[in-house]
């Protein structure tokens, strides 16, 4: 204790001889701390900009990261979708594919059923059904396109490689119907888990109501079905212009025959599409060919009768959880008669006009937006 009393007395005496000189080091040194802590206050404030800054660039950093990755991701999902080939099989046609016994001139068992299908990853699988005399290859731009699973089926005898094959000689529309519900079936077993939705392309409608008829016959063979589409079905003889003519024709003399039904037509319009049409189905099997038409004919009422129609039409809507149907502008003058007996029925949503020709009802851009509405629920 003497000692630091000592040091602090000692201490006092230098600062009242040098007073002046501790007045002025000590003005520089608060001078300086004030300059320093300024700096300070600036390196610090430099410091914390910097660091915020830091941050901003790691989370900008890591967002770019996070995008690249999602784009790569995309990208390789865009190239697996591309090598994701439409394919060509068939199925093996056997006995136990018919509940009832088929007639004697229906020789199908031992044959092959071809059909296009392309798997994706989606959990739609989408069958599409084409028109009169055409074939599974009509939707072939479409399902290279489509984002859903889709498979493409031909019906019995409609392949060109089919058309002088003596195994596939003409079968009837029942025998048909029972084909196509197999083949459905057989590829709903082999993707349980995916929502089933169902197209037809103007014949391929009347397949559909034929289906319909045979599963509420035999609700045992009734796949489960999210959803129809149906693509400028026949109403009645008045919308089968093309098929009734083929439902005629002798196939004994297709050239002539052919002929004659390209004379048909009155617009411009109208003979392009018999033009278009005539020559899909110059290299089938026409005899097949006249025979589907000829069981069509028999299966539609005289025009201006719209009963059937409308009854077919309900066991659809029975069997599906949604069902629309689009006409083109080729069934435009029977489009307001359509809608007004809808109405009557309270299922005027279920239908409505496209702007586009028959045709244009299978090209990709119009099934890839339609079909992909019809899946969203709109």
């Known amino acids: 204790m003497i000692r630091t009393s000592l040091l602090i007395e000692r201490a006092a005496a230098f600062v009242g001889r040098h007073r002046s000189t501790v007045a002025v080091v000590g003005g520089v040194t608060g001078a300086a701390i004030g300059i320093y802590s300024d700096e300070a206050r600036a390196v610090i404030a430099w410091s914390w900009s910097h660091v915020v800054a830091g941050g901003t660039l790691v989370i900008l950093a890591v967002t770019a990261v996070f995008s690249l990755a999602w784009w790569a991701r995309g990208l390789a999902e865009q190239r697996r979708e591309l090598r994701r080939e439409v394919v060509r099989n068939f199925f093996d046609i056997h006995a136990d594919d018919f509940e009832e016994d088929l007639p004697s001139d229906n020789a199908v068992i031992g044959r092959q059923l071809w059909y296009l299908e392309r798997a994706t990853e989606s959990p739609d699988l989408v069958v599409l059904l084409h028109g009169l005399g055409l074939d599974a290859d009509d939707f072939r731009p479409f399902m290279n396109v489509a984002r859903q699973h889709t498979a493409a089926i031909t019906l019995f005898g409609h392949n060109a490689e089919e058309a002088r094959d003596g195994r596939y000689r003409p079968i009837g529309m029942a025998v048909h119907a029972d084909l196509i519900s197999g083949a459905i079936n057989n590829l709903q077993r082999q993707y349980p888990y995916k929502r089933l939705t169902l197209v037809g392309f103007s014949v391929g409608c009347d397949m559909l109501f034929r289906l319909a008829e045979l599963w509420r016959d035999h609700p045992e063979r009734q796949p489960k079905i999210r959803s129809v589409l149906l693509l400028d079905p026949n109403i009645n003889h008045s919308t089968m212009v093309i098929s009734g003519k083929v439902a005629h024709l002798d196939p004994e003399r297709p050239l002539a025959e052919l002929k004659r039904i390209a004379q048909v037509p009155e617009a411009l319009v109208e003979f392009q599409n018999f033009c278009e049409y005539l020559h899909k189905i110059s290299g089938k099997d026409l005899a097949q060919v006249q025979r589907y038409a000829a069981d069509l004919w028999d299966y539609w009422q005289p025009d201006g009768q ?39 029925r309270g299922i005027r949503q279920v239908f409505d006009m496209r702007r586009v020709d028959h045709f244009e009802f299978c090209q990709d851009a119009f099934l890839k937006r339609e079909i992909g509405t019809l899946l969203r629920g709109g």
């Open 306 to 344: 719209y009963e059937l129609f409308f009854g077919r039409l309900e066991r659809i809507r029975a069997i599906s959880d949604r069902t629309r149907v689009f006409f083109s502008l080729h069934f435009e003058q029977r489009f307001n008669d359509v809608v007004a007996r809808a109405r009557q």
